[in-house]
């Protein structure tokens, strides 16, 4: 689990740092696996002043700021833009729409502070 934390770290500054990718679900997963194998890491990422936040969020209420629910958002629409001038099979795009439709209704419910 600790091995797997520091991927989900690296995972999250990636995602961070590259539009389209999430970046906040992966450090709050990495917070899940060091509360189970490292709980000094896990204070580390909590405390950390630009990581911590959002992970400190979730934690308290399910928030998740708004910014991140609108890229997201953004994000799954034109990936799925993307699908469908690939030329997908409708019954792919179908499953993948209603897939993102769901995950983009759950962010948009979230608290944001």
């Not at 539009?19 to 490292?38: E, N």
Request: proline share 7%; net charge positive.
């Amino acid at each position: 689990m600790f091995a797997a934390g520091w991927l989900c770290v690296g995972l999250g500054i990636f995602g961070i740092i590259m539009p389209g990718m999430p970046g906040t679900v992966f450090l709050i997963l990495a917070a899940w696996l060091f509360s189970r194998s490292s709980p000094r890491f896990e204070a580390w990422l909590l405390g950390h002043p630009k990581l911590g936040p959002s992970v400190r969020a979730w934690r308290a209420n399910g928030a998740v700021p708004r910014w991140a629910q609108l890229v997201a958002t953004g994000s799954m629409m034109a990936s799925f833009g993307i699908l469908v001038m690939l030329g997908l099979s409708l019954p792919v795009l179908g499953m993948i729409g209603v897939a993102f439709i769901a995950v983009s209704a759950y962010l948009l419910t979230r608290p944001t502070a």
